[in-house]
């Protein structure tokens, strides 16, 4: 699998837009990419993910670049409840062989009042 | 049910017996994802369910760690022959299988080894 590359820490204040950055310059054209995120003492949620297309569901937008190179995970108005490490995954679609993600270190985003 | 359901949330055991710890995936989720996440560490993968395919266990530390999926539902995770190093939390997760959606986590089992 792809590996990303993500920055071990960043605040935001709130309220704020939180721009979250993911390197995974090695993604391959069957990848796909996931953001999960895991606050402290709870199993990991899902947020987001997306082929090439810019996706938006009701908790984040996620913006890929056009060379799918790198990725931005953004929570438009940043909240307390967001503080957490977010992980920014490729996982490749194989129909119905799934597959397991593989989680690297994240980024711990610390929202700040 | 509505999410993934993980038992026992808490297990203190001495070193040297052996655990099972359960996981109740949503109903049709065909994929179930065992991992274990140590204090301050990352998730690490443990061992995969696809419907009736066999497990990909390439994850499991050791051969004290085993994993059954009975009727493509629930599942139990054992550790035999505790060690201290074995203390984490284990978080099952669920998915369809198909197509490109999401885990959904249960919220683990914190497992202390004393």
């Known amino acids: 699998d792809a590996k990303t590359t993500q920055p071990p820490s960043m605040d935001c204040a709130e309220g704020r837009a939180a721009n979250l950055p993911c390197n995974h310059s090695?993604?391959?054209?069957?990848?796909?990419v996931y953001w999960y995120r895991q606050i402290h003492s709870q199993g990991p949620q899902y947020i987001i993910h997306?082929?090439?297309n810019n996706e938006t569901n009701e908790m984040a937008s996620l913006i890929i670049t056009e060379d799918r190179k790198s990725s931005t995970l953004i929570l438009p108005h940043a909240t307390l409840r967001d503080t957490a490490v977010y992980y920014c995954?490729?996982?490749?679609?194989?129909?119905?062989?799934?597959?397991?993600?593989?989680f690297g270190g994240g980024t711990r985003l610390m929202v700040k009042p | 049910g509505a999410g993934v359901s993980q038992s026992p949330s808490n297990k203190v055991t001495e070193k040297g017996k052996d655990v099972e710890l359960r996981c109740d995936p949503i109903?049709?989720?065909?994929?179930l994802y065992w991992y274990r996440q140590s204090l301050g560490q990352g998730l690490e993968f443990l061992i995969y369910?696809?419907?009736?395919?066999?497990?990909?266990k390439s994850g499991l530390p050791s051969d004290r760690f085993s994993a059954e999926r009975t009727g493509g539902s629930v599942s139990t995770l054992t550790i035999q022959r505790t060690q201290q190093e074995d203390s984490a939390v284990y978080l099952c997760?669920?998915?369809?299988?198909?197509?490109?959606?999401?885990?959904?986590f249960g919220s683990g089992t914190r497992l202390t080894v004393v």
């Open positions: 997306g082929l090439k």
């Open positions: 109903s049709g989720h065909t994929a």
């Open positions: 090695t993604i391959s054209g069957n990848e796909y």
């Open positions: 369910f696809q419907g009736n395919s066999a497990p990909d």
């Open positions: 997760a669920s998915s369809l299988g198909q197509g490109t959606g999401g885990y959904t």
């Open positions: 995954i490729v996982r490749p679609f194989r129909g119905n062989a799934g597959n397991m993600l593989t």
